[in-house]
Nanobody, 118 residues
Framework: QVQLVESGGGLVQPGGSLRLSCKVS????????MNWYRQAPGKERELVAS????????NYADSVKGRFTISRDNAKNTVVLQMDSLKPEDTAMYYC???????????WGQGTQVTVSS
């Protein structure tokens, strides 16, 4: 059973930075495509960033390009979302999602709250 545990959220001022981590257990990370989503109150969940199983391919939402960076450490079974130059509109619950390359399934974490406010 794949389990994802996010951490690193919190309250930060506009212009600040946060580093979110997603710890994966129950599956080898190198066989997972990993994604970060976010959902703000009253809005639909949106894809923020994704990274391929080897880490050679990344994609970002236009709203975060140049500010957020997704990376993975397969040896530590961890995926990181580095968020810089944060804006109030980045305030949301952030979720990690895993998609195995070897099966039709998807797994979600419980989320970590990010609040950007002065």
């Amino acid at each position: 059973q794949v389990q994802l545990v996010e951490s690193g959220g919190g309250l930060v001022q506009p212009g600040g930075s946060l580093r979110l981590s997603c710890k994966v257990s129950g599956f080898t990370l190198s066989f997972l495509v990993m994604n970060w989503y976010r959902q703000a109150p009253g809005k639909e969940r949106e894809l923020v960033a994704s990274i391929g199983s080897t880490g050679s391919r990344t994609n970002y939402a236009d709203s975060v390009k140049g500010r957020f960076t997704i990376s993975r450490d397969n040896a530590k079974n961890t995926v990181v979302l580095q968020m810089d130059s944060l804006k109030p509109e980045d305030t949301a619950m952030y979720y990690c999602k895993a998609i195995p390359t070897t099966q039709v399934a998807e797994y979600w974490g419980q989320g970590t709250q990010v609040t950007v406010s002065s």
